[in-house]
């Protein structure tokens, strides 16, 4: 029985033996090392030939920028889940930029600048501590009328950040006359820009050696731009009505004595707390600060919220709190941290001028 069953498998392999020869001589067909005609599941992009941000032309005869640029059109190609949720936010927020970008006399293709600042999310913020749709620095911000506080952050407001964003890329623009060196200033600051035009006496972005982030920077927004504007080339189709909305509300100014909790204010409105701090990203703490304010509601509840805020004003009694002032204290300082105004601080305490010390005990009214 052994024999028998070695003598089978003896003849089994030479079987298939002369089977492989026979496929190698071309017997019932050639082994072919070639890929098959498939389509491939991570399709490959060209390069645009050519490339422009905000009507400059980029140089794209240069090998370097050719490459740079090919860096980011490539990434932002194959971002699949990511092209599509900037499609969608694009059908919620693009109309508004575009109209207030033609009302400034500012080019269209400013709008791709939010696009690689924040992915369109009005509550980002970076490593570094820049915040909102557009990224503002708190110094920065604070030049162009953006209001923070302990309470209000307005770099989380999509409009009021923008303002500010239109105001500092046209000042920028007039300082180099350049958009993309402009643009590239909006990344890392003017003053780096002219410190590097002077060094290396060049004014070209294309040819300036940058922060490696600012180097990328406009090379991505034109990458953004030539996917968004040309989707279905790259493979991305998105169904009509699949975006995201436009946000219907109603903003209704409120004259608040004091504080008033947003869980109660979201009541007031009949909204839960999170649909309350969606519509207003500028509320950044757990109450809406004393003072003069524009409060958006779900359309429709506008006379309600009216109403119940004249309710809560009527019952409304201030606390007291006393501040003793430590090194380093200033009444901007203070205020800042109790939602209140340097002229409220000296108003409560009788000061004249900017003058306060160590030690002294101030009164403050929440």
């Given at each position: 029985m052994l024999l028998e069953r070695k003598c089978r498998f003896g003849v089994l392999v030479l079987v298939l033996m002369l089977m492989l020869g026979f496929y190698g001589a071309g017997g019932w067909g050639e082994v072919d090392s070639r890929p098959p005609d498939v389509t491939w599941a991570v399709p490959f992009f060209e390069l645009p030939e050519r490339a422009e941000l905000c009507g400059e032309a980029a140089p794209l005869w240069s090998a370097d920028v050719r490459e740079r640029f090919d860096r980011e059109f490539t990434i932002v190609t194959q971002s699949h889940?990511?092209?599509y949720l900037w499609l969608k936010r694009t059908e919620?927020?693009?109309p508004w930029i575009e109209k207030q970008l033609a009302a400034w006399g500012l080019p269209d293709d400013l709008k791709y600048v939010a696009v690689a600042e924040s992915d369109l999310l009005p509550w980002a913020v970076s490593h570094a501590g820049a915040a909102g749709p557009w990224q503002f620095m708190a110094d920065t911000a604070s030049c162009y009328g953006i209001t923070q506080s302990a309470a209000i952050d307005e770099r989380y407001d999509f409009e009021k950040s923008a303002v500010g964003a239109f105001g500092y890329l046209k000042n920028l623009h007039g300082m180099f006359r350049n958009w993309t060196l402009a643009i590239a200033a909006f990344n890392c600051g003017e003053r780096r820009i002219e410190a590097e035009i002077g060094k290396q006496r060049a004014k070209s972005y294309y040819f300036l050696k940058l922060p490696q982030e600012t180097e990328r920077y406009v090379f991505r927004i034109l990458a953004i731009k030539e996917v968004l504007e040309h989707p279905e080339?790259?493979?991305?189709?998105?169904p009509k009505g699949a975006g995201y909305?436009?946000?219907i509300f109603e903003s209704v100014k409120v004259s608040l004595p004091g504080p008033m909790p947003i869980a109660l204010a979201s009541e007031s409105a009949g909204v839960s707390y999170r649909e309350l701090k969606v519509l207003n990203p500028c509320l950044v703490s757990d109450?809406?600060?004393r003072g003069d304010l524009m409060i958006r509601?779900?359309?429709g509840r506008g006379k309600r919220f009216e109403k119940e805020v004249e309710v809560?004003?009527?019952t409304f009694k201030p606390s007291l709190v006393v501040h003793?002032?430590?090194p380093g204290d200033t009444l901007d300082s203070i205020a800042l941290k109790y939602n209140s105004t340097r002229q409220q601080i000296c108003n409560w305490n009788n000061i004249s001028g900017k003058k306060i010390r160590i030690g002294q005990m101030l009164k403050i009214y929440r």
């Open positions: 889940a990511q092209v919620r927020y693009f080339k790259y493979g991305y189709h998105l909305k436009p946000v109450v809406i600060p509601v779900p359309e809560w004003k009527s003793k002032v430590s």
